[in-house]
């Protein structure tokens, strides 16, 4: 399998999980959010939000900016959704 493929197949996997998808749907709407914020958004503990939001960065669909002691997340990748 090529890189193209591997990589499409990765991110339909990790899209394929619901709270990894409403996290991408909460910051393409919303704009860039905090982890604590997309916690209360969604219901689920921090803890739950930071392993997805590491998943989604490494497969470059959010990216994050770091204003003073805050994380915001923001999504990457413009084609999904």
Do not use: W
Request: with cysteine; proline share 4%.
């Amino acid at each position: 399998m090529d890189e193209k493929r591997y990589r499409g197949s990765r991110l339909c996997r990790l899209l394929g999980n619901p709270v990894a998808y409403q996290l991408v749907v909460f910051l393409d709407g919303d704009g860039p959010l905090t982890p604590s914020k997309l916690a209360k958004l969604t219901g689920r503990q921090i803890s739950t939000i930071s392993s997805h939001l590491a998943k989604l960065r490494a497969a470059d669909v959010v990216r994050y900016d770091i204003r003073g002691r805050e994380v915001r997340y923001l999504k990457k990748v413009t084609m999904i959704t």
